[in-house]
């Protein structure tokens, strides 16, 4: 309705005074749910067509409406700004209704509320985010193939505790990262799947009053399912937050991404490095070319962590049905969603101009990472694992003690260790083969890793993993 002053609100009729200033400003929300306005209108043109498939409209004021929203959606499109009273999106797409349609616009907020309307937009612009954010994890996993593709015949250390463990393949060492991403993809198809419920047509709380046909509303609006139950429909985010923990797994997995790099293109790594369009210097010291775009991944992961956290708390202590602090619900998922729209692409740059150092990989490999290929020589000659683990354990000190590496050590000290080391007990010690002895489907070996290349493929060819499709 508009009032005296000549401005627009959805309510106000049984208040004698206006509302504060002071209620305006902490109220107001069209900043932030602005970017609902195609899914708030899309919602709306399927609720004028429901309401006149029910009776509660004549076909042609359903018509007049929704041709009405194609005109707002136009004027929006064309850079139509909110004025100072538009309290949120739904205000100023009924404000513009008004102006394109006449008084037929006051009938489009029959038998429906902002609680479900809000609920219905909000899961609308979740799908459609998700299918965004598939294709955005993708283009990072590309990344990581195609470096990964460079790798497989260069050989690094695998690190835990961050102490030197055993070699592997360098394309072995980047799709580490390549899973958690694939992972990730299907997170985020479960939480476009768990948002496809429709929630319109439950009103405030107690459902719609008018014999709505909610299977038309699902069908038009591409929602895989209709909510049982209005009260859990209108006050329901589970969807934002099961959105917002993908998000936060992809976060997290960027960051550990940016951690690795970050450790290896140190000097003392130096097993990579930054090029030249993701890297920046510093104003003091001339000789600096620093990963920015890595520490700003890592930092942006706890940012998006926040984002989950500040939106769980905000459920956790609701009564049933809708209550205004769910308002808050789209700063944090926008937050979340936008800042992995920054880091994702960038992020995949970074990677696509990574040079990577092959010599400076394969010194980094030392003779002792290969002390359980030793012990292994030991098991299949006959020595039980504990037995060769000691024997073995032996060599690596007296090594150690002399600052040699094992391969140096004279061939009476492996026959002291254990009466089963042989002449060949130092090929054991080389990298290569070490690398060859883990063929096992998921190892290091060449093979085992062209096998996993090819399943990295083929996860990138299939189609986008995120259905219930609103679109
Ligand atoms: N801007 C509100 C939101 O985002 C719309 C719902 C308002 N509902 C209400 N009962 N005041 O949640």
Redesign the pocket.
Known sequence: MSNDSGTHKLWGGRFAGGPSPLLDAINR?IST?FRLWPHDVRLSRAWALALGKAGVLTMDEAEALRSGLDRVALRIADGAQPIATD??I?TMIDRLLHEEAGTVASKLHTGR???D??ATASRLWTIDACHKLDTAIRDLQQALLTQAETLTEAILPAYTHLQRAQPVSGAHWLLAHFWPLDRDRTRVANAARGTATLPLGSG?IAGSAFPVPRDLLRDELGFLAISPNSIDATGDRDFVAETMFACTMVAVHCSRIAEDLIIYGSSEFGFVKFGDGFSTGSSMMPQKRNPDVFELARGGGARVLGDLVSLLGTIKGLPSG?S?D??DD?RALFNAIDLLHLVLPAMAGAISELRFDRTRMRAAVSSAMMATDLADYLVKKGATFREAHGAVGTLVRQAEDAGIEMTALPAEAFATAHALFGSDARDALGAEASLAARNIAGGTGPVAVAAQIELARASLTTAPRAIGSAT
């Open positions: 929300s749910d309290e949120d739904h509320s902002r609680n309307q809000v405030a809708y205004k769910l308002q789209k």
